[in-house]
């Protein structure tokens, strides 16, 4: 059964250092992957997202991540942090039942101070 | 725009009561899902539907109904079975073909008084 692991349930970085929020998947065949923010009481936007062709994955805001099958690993980065990417990180793996279903990481909460 | 409606935002219940959850989209999505969200326990998936008059159970369904008689709506009926004291329930959708995203709503938040 897939499933995904999010390692820190709470990050701490300053404004302008580097963000890496990490997340490793099981999955018996090749995933599908996704990275969702939230912001409080909001509901899930779409940061990114792995299906096929190139490891590296940009999305929006700046952020990028990267998959490595050899690490089992999708970790999500921004070169340079803002106030505003404060907000909770959801990392998924799709179920691969073929139903659309996403299984999702516990959230790494990303706290950013001044 | 297209997008995902949840309603109400809030929404408190009194223990034994039935209160019911409203998910609308028009995005043309054949799928929709509820989640509900606890902290430090991610997203767990209550119920889903892959086209109108059909539904399955979730990992956490115990407690919950569903229906889905249009194609575009998918309401949630959280009995009095349902333990829970406070939680904030997302509604989403998605073609429904792995490898494609879904769209989530706002959220309701649900209180039992």
Redesign the interface.
């Known amino acids: 059964a897939q499933s995904v692991t999010q390692l820190g ?1 709470h990050v701490s970085v300053s404004e302008g250092a580097l963000v890496l929020l990490r997340c490793n998947y099981s999955s018996s065949v090749p995933p ?1 992957l ?1 990275w ?1 923010v939230q912001y409080p ?6 940061l990114l ?1 792995y ?1 096929t062709g190139a490891t590296l994955v940009k999305g929006i805001n700046g952020f990028e991540a990267e998959f490595k099958k050899s690490e089992t690993s999708f970790h999500l980065t921004k070169p340079s942090a803002h106030m505003s990417d404060a907000a909770e990180y ?1 990392c998924a793996v ?1 179920d ?7 299984i ?4 790494t909460t990303l706290q950013v101070k001044p | 725009d297209g997008g995902i409606t949840q309603s109400p935002k809030y929404l408190f219940r009194k223990e034994g009561q039935n209160v019911t959850l409203s998910c609308e989209q028009n995005l043309n999505h054949d799928a929709m899902y509820w989640y509900r969200q606890d902290p430090g326990q991610g997203l767990r998936l209550i119920y889903y539907s892959q086209i109108v008059n059909d539904f399955q159970k979730g990992d956490i369904a115990e407690g919950y109904s569903v229906s889905r008689e249009k194609k575009e709506s998918f309401p949630l009926t959280v009995t009095s079975a349902q333990k829970n004291p406070t939680a904030f329930c997302l509604c989403a959708s998605s073609i429904g073909i792995e490898g494609h995203e879904q769209f989530f709503g706002p959220g309701t938040r649900l209180t039992v008084l």
Request: cysteine-free; glycine content about 16%; aromatic content about 20%.
């Open positions: 349930s599908y996704f969702y009481n909001q509901g899930l936007q779409l997202k299906t959801f799709s691969q039942s073929n139903t659309g279903k996403l999702f990481g516990q959230g």
